[in-house]
């Protein structure tokens, strides 16, 4: 339930309908909003019985929502929500924002010759795990603390602040001390105990979408992070499990637009998770944006061939230069701009 009050309605009045609420057994959420303030309602109310708050003084209507997320929705909140990952790299906003690099940090050359290269071509912010979730025990599980370290170096070198993925709690409070951006990776979508904690972290998050997540249960993970109080998600589409082995996932484009509908957070789009193969990472970079995406996440990794994960996926520094020319083409058709790096930012 949302009730929106009227745009004369005091202070009182809306501190009247919160005690209201509260009194039903839920826990009220205040909205201001540029015209009128509205107030949310957080809990199942299917069941409570709410008529007499619309004739409490101040009350404009009470809208009833169908939707099981709240926060994440635009129903609640209808202007988009922009994500500031540094000063003047904003997500959500008219600007498509890029985010490359490596699947994985793998040492301090590896990682700031990527950060330079992405920056250069125009790049936004940088990826790069030091934590890997790894569908293997075997397989390279990333550096650690030690790739915290080199990508805090990178960001030194070259300005671009950092998106890299926790896959715990214990990683998460380590990641929160040295990203920008707390990535929470497609097989953590709905582990709900790191959601909450992340959410009390206070750092933005990019909350990709499960393997077999609908974008239903996308938003109410997001749900999750937004009630502790954090309200800079964004959401990435990385492709859902097929039965077609033609590609690593089915990149699921059609997300970006029924996303954008729904919810008022950011989405961005990740081509390179999305198809796995290498010739299909700046085709679908180009529907990403022409579908409207808030940014593109793709792997960047100066030797592909030699990455120690998802090679197979990864463009070299050329590709991505040349990706990010048709990148620039394509939003221009659609009235809209690729970011580049703000001048203050530039360190290198
Ligand atoms: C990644 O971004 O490198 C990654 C592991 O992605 P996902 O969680 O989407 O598989
Ligand atoms: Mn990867």
Not at 196 to 203: D, I, S, T
Request: aromatic share 4%; glycine share 8%; charged share 20%.
């Amino acid at each position: 339930m949302l009730v929106v009050m009227q745009q004369s309605a005091t202070a009182d009045q809306i501190d009247g309908v919160c005690e209201a609420i509260q009194r039903l057994g839920f826990k009220p959420w205040p909205l201001p909003g540029e015209t009128r303030t509205a107030i949310g309602l957080l809990g199942d109310d299917s069941g409570a019985d709410w008529s007499h708050i619309e004739a409490l003084p101040g009350v404009a209507n009470v809208l009833l929502t169908s939707k099981p997320y709240r926060l994440a929705s635009r129903d609640w909140k209808p202007e988009k929500t922009i994500v500031e990952l540094a000063p003047g790299v904003r997500v959500g906003g008219d600007e498509v924002v890029v985010i490359a690099g490596p699947c994985s940090v793998e040492s301090e050359a590896q990682i700031v010759e990527t950060a330079r290269a992405v920056r250069a071509a125009g790049a936004t912010a940088l990826r790069g795990g030091a934590f890997k979730p790894r569908s293997s025990p075997y397989s390279f599980q990333g550096l650690g603390k030690q790739g915290l370290e080199f990508l805090a170096l990178a960001r030194r070198e070259t300005g671009l602040p950092i998106v890299t993925e926790a896959m715990d709690e214990a990683g998460a409070e380590l990641v929160a001390e040295y990203a920008d951006c707390i990535q929470l990776g497609a097989r953590n979508m709905q582990n709900y105990s790191l959601l909450k904690f992340v959410g009390r972290l206070g750092k933005p998050v990019l909350l990709k979408r499960g393997m077999a997540a609908t974008i239903a249960d996308l938003l109410l993970s997001a749900e999750y992070i937004l009630s502790e109080g954090n309200p800079n998600v964004i959401l990435c589409e990385r492709g859902v499990r097929t039965f077609d082995s033609a590609t690593r996932n089915l990149f699921d484009l059609t997300a970006v637009p029924v996303v954008q509908k729904l919810s008022h957070l950011p989405i961005v789009a990740d081509p390179s998770h999305g198809t796995g193969l290498r010739d299909k990472v700046t085709p679908m970079a180009r529907a990403s944006v022409a579908a409207g995406a808030d940014g593109v996440m793709v792997e960047v990794h100066p030797t592909p061939d030699q990455a120690m994960s998802d090679g197979a996926q990864t463009l070299a520094p050329a590709q991505f230069t040349e990706m990010m020319r048709q990148l620039d083409l394509i939003a221009q058709a659609i009235d809209r701009r690729v970011a580049r790096m703000p001048e203050v930012a530039a360190v290198a």
